[in-house]
């Protein structure tokens, strides 16, 4: 089956499209591609297009009732991850993590209005620029 390339994608089942399309374009630098609100919309940061399946879309739809969220989640890396958790404060997003630093880099978790959970994660050779 021949696929698009350009775009790698993701679906999110939302509670609230409108809602999700205001979180992703606003504070996370996502660009609005489609909207078909209240069903649907999707919206596109480099490479990655999050599809945003509200109730009734067809994504919903064919979704089991007794499927339960696990820990996976879109993965953003960001420059100066400081920066952007002081930014994501300022306007009001919570936290669902404390900041953590490993052996690859820095890393902390948002979720959308849905509970649908955003990793934002700071590479170790940024932290380094960041701190110069």
């Known amino acids: 089956m021949p696929t698009s390339t350009e775009y790698a994608n993701v679906r999110y089942l939302v509670d609230d499209v409108r809602a999700a399309i205001d979180f992703y374009t606003n504070h996370l630098g996502f660009t609005l591609h489609t909207n078909a609100a209240p069903a649907f919309a999707d919206v596109t940061r480099g ?25 996976n989640r879109i993965h953003l890396p960001v420059d100066d991850l400081d920066a952007e958790i002081a930014r994501l404060h300022d306007a009001g997003i919570a936290f669902d993590s404390d900041k953590v630093a490993g052996p690859g880099g820095s890393q902390i978790l948002i979720t959308d209005p849905a509970g649908n959970l955003v990793e934002l994660f700071q590479p170790a050779h940024a932290e380094t620029q960041a701190e110069r």
């Open 47 to 71: 490479p990655l297009r999050l599809l945003l399946s509200g109730p009734t879309s067809s994504g919903a739809r064919a979704t089991p009732a007794d499927t339960t969220r696990g820990g």
